[in-house]
């Protein structure tokens, strides 16, 4: 008896490693991006997302901008490594940002900071540079929690949002659909939730099916488009910051379904949600 559960055991394995068959997506929107990195170890998904939805916002209006995510992780104090989509807004509104040509990776810790960045001939220095794109208050941060009253701000009660940041509180299936009408508008949203389900898997490049249980905060990314499954299921296009390691060279195809359920907050430009 225990040799045959080994083996049916050994049979469950095998068949749960081997690889899916790639899912062919039609895109319907695909707005532009930087390419795709790899935050390697770090918990700095955060910055890497938010930073790509301000990089793909910028791009859609015709305005080439490439931010650095290791200027933000300077900046950032030691016993703050992991934050949310508000942390880097609030971070750059205080100590700017850069080009990622002028500080591409971890390296340049050891070198001065840069004191100024240059764009199409002007001089800035880093927190003018910020604001020159991300104005103070442009963005706007999302969450549905029926815990709290809709249509109210509220303080998420999270290890992350150890700046207690507000979010204003939305029904989920508004909030599904502020998102897909930004994304069809050409505006790129920041998507904070839950990757620890068993229908998010990185190596298919797909985050599908779930269990029905509360979503905790443990990853970051940028939408920027909508595709259809072969069944004219609707997904989200996320662009990841785990490299390009997977059948969509790094990007994400998140389901409607699993957005809806699985999402802790989101973050789009004030104009973006008012469409």
């Known amino acids: 008896m225990i040799k045959k559960l080994l083996y049916l055991f050994l049979i469950i394995s095998v068949v749960a490693c081997q690889k899916r068959p790639k899912v062919e997506f039609t895109d319907e929107v695909r707005l532009p991006m930087t390419p795709i990195k790899d ?19 910028h791009i ?5 901008v490439h931010l650095s995510p290791a200027y933000v992780e300077r900046m950032v104090r030691r016993r703050h490594l992991r934050g949310m989509g508000s942390t880097l807004l609030n971070i750059i509104a205080k100590h700017g940002i850069v080009s990622y ?5 971890a390296s340049y810790h050891k070198l001065p900071r840069p004191q100024w960045v240059f764009m199409l001939g002007a001089r800035y220095t880093p927190l003018e540079f910020a604001h020159s ?3 103070p208050d442009e963005y706007i941060a999302l969450t549905s929690n029926e815990k709290y009253p809709y249509y109210k701000k509220v303080e998420l ?5 150890w700046e207690h940041n507000r979010f204003l509180n939305i029904p989920k299936d508004s909030l599904l659909a502020h998102v897909e009408r930004a994304i069809r508008n050409r505006h790129a949203v920041c998507w904070e939730g839950d ?3 068993y229908g998010f898997s990185f190596e ?3 985050a599908d099916s779930h269990f029905d249980s509360t979503p905790t905060d443990n990853h970051c990314m940028a939408i920027v488009g ?17 490299g390009t390691g997977n059948p969509y060279q790094g990007l994400m195809y998140m389901s409607a379904e699993y957005l809806r359920d699985k999402t802790v907050a989101v973050y789009m430009t004030r104009e973006a949600y008012k469409q």
């Not at 935050?39 to 916002?57: D, K, P, R, V």
């Not at 859609?60 to 080439?64: H, K, Q």
């Not at 040509?101 to 990776?105: E, I």
């Open 39 to 57: 935050q390697g170890h770090t918990e700095f998904c955060w910055s890497y997302a938010m930073l790509a939805t301000i990089e793909t916002e």
């Open 60 to 64: 859609a209006r015709g305005d080439s």
């Open 101 to 105: 040509d002028a500080y591409p990776d």
């Open 133 to 135: 794109v991300c104005a």
């Open 157 to 161: 009660d999270l290890p992350d949002n």
């Open 195 to 197: 990757t620890d389900e």
């Open 204 to 206: 298919d490049g797909i």
């Open 226 to 242: 909508l595709a259809r499954d072969p069944h004219h299921r609707l997904f989200f296009i996320m662009k990841n910051s785990w």
